[in-house]
Antibody, heavy 120, light 105 residues
Framework: QLQLQESGPGLVKPSETLSLTCNVS??????????WGWIRQPPGKGLEWIGT???????YYNPSLKSRVTMSVDASKNQFSLRLNSVTAADTALYFC????????????WGQGALVTVSS | EIVLTQSPATLSLSPGERATLSCRAS??????LAWYQQKPGQSPRLLIF???NTVTGIPPRFRGRGSGTDFTLSISSLEPEDFGVYYC????????FGGGTKVEI
């Protein structure tokens, strides 16, 4: 059964870089049928797509975050990662990783989420 | 950016009642719309994709309709486990989510 688990620091200082990793188990990240994504949810608020990556292709990002986001895949570890630089308090959120539903840009399943707080 | 507007913000209903949720897009998105359910403390779960297709394992009481700019999610008879927040998401141009509709008892 596919499982996704986010990991990374829960506290990041303003202006620094947020780094998260999503460990994938129960499926190969090199699957030709799926993409991998990051979505975030500020406390008590709605969902915001961050970006999507295919194991062998170029990632694509939310235009509003594009200048600060980098996503990558490590096939040897069956995981993918998110880096968001120059963070501010507005980046405080629950960060989810997810797999695409088939070859679409919908997501299912999702990881349980990792709360990242931006504060000095 | 395509903006998705969900209404109402909150829907107060009782078990057994019918729920109708709306999602309106700022421009036509064809049928490139999905619906998710999120329960408190849980991650979202995909219910409907491409506007009208139900994900395997989702009960038939969930039904998606619409195309273009106007979409609805109907729950024919609410079960206690259906209460939570529902989000729509479009994939026509980039990806955006609606603000959510809370279905509460």
């Amino acid at each position: 059964q596919l499982q996704l688990q986010e990991s990374g620091p829960g506290l990041v200082k303003p202006s620094e870089t947020l780094s998260l990793t999503c460990n994938v188990s129960g499926a190969s990240i090199t699957s030709r049928s799926h993409y991998w994504g990051w979505i975030r949810q500020p406390p008590g608020k709605g969902l915001e797509w961050i970006g999507t990556i295919y194991y062998s292709g170029s990632p694509y990002y939310n235009p509003s975050l594009k200048s600060r986001v980098t996503m990558s895949v490590d096939a040897s570890k069956n995981q993918f990662s998110l880096r968001l630089n120059s963070v501010t308090a507005a980046d405080t959120a629950l960060y989810f990783c997810a797999r695409s539903y088939a070859s679409s840009d919908y997501f299912d399943p999702w990881g349980q989420g990792a709360l990242v707080t931006v504060s000095s | 950016e395509i903006v998705l507007t969900q209404s109402p913000a909150t829907l107060s209903l009782s078990p057994g009642e019918r729920a109708t949720l709306s999602c309106r897009a700022s421009q036509s998105i064809g049928t490139y719309l999905a619906w998710y359910q999120q329960k408190p403390g849980q991650s979202p779960r995909l219910l409907i994709f491409d506007a009208v297709n139900t994900v395997t394992g989702i009960p038939p009481r969930f039904r998606g309709r619409g195309s273009g700019t106007d979409f609805t999610l109907s729950i024919s008879s609410l079960e206690p486990e259906d209460f939570g927040v529902y989000y729509c998401q479009q994939r026509s141009t980039s990806l955006t989510f609606g603000g959510g509709t809370k279905v509460e008892i």
